[in-house]
């Protein structure tokens, strides 16, 4: 069983700031696609950033472009999510999830391309 452990939520003012961190098995780490996906109250799950480590594969989503930053650490075999600038819009429940390179090789950035999911982490944006 995968198991992917989620942290750094919380409650912040709009325009601040936050750091997720995901922590992944290290097999999981070194062959899979990994994600931060987020579901906002009344709103459908989104991706918000994907990275394969060791390639240039990195997707952003739109609304999060300039704003957030994905990043994965292989030393700790953690993926991270470091948030600026947070907006109301941004409120939500944080997910970690991976998905292997099953599209010719490379990731896909859809929620249903991915095979595991961490149980979340809420991230509260006080206007």
């Known amino acids: 069983r995968v198991q992917l452990v989620e942290s750094g939520g919380g409650s912040v003012q709009a325009g601040g700031t936050l750091k997720l961190s995901c922590v992944t098995p290290?097999?999981?780490?070194?062959?899979?696609?990994l994600g931060w996906f987020r579901r906002s109250p009344g709103k459908d799950y989104e991706g918000l950033a994907l990275i394969r480590p060791g390639t240039d594969e990195q997707y952003y989503a739109d609304p999060v472009k300039g704003r957030f930053t994905i990043s994965g650490d292989s030393s700790k075999y953690t993926l991270d999510l470091q948030m600026n600038s947070l907006k109301p819009e941004d409120d939500g429940m944080y997910y970690c999830?991976?998905?292997?390179?099953?599209?010719?090789?490379?990731?896909?950035?859809?929620?249903?391309?991915?095979?595991?999911w961490g149980k979340g982490t809420q991230v509260s944006i006080n206007s």
């Open positions: 999830a991976v998905g292997a390179a099953r599209y010719g090789g490379r990731c896909r950035f859809d929620v249903y391309a991915m095979d595991y």
């Open positions: 290290d097999y999981i780490y070194k062959n899979y696609c």
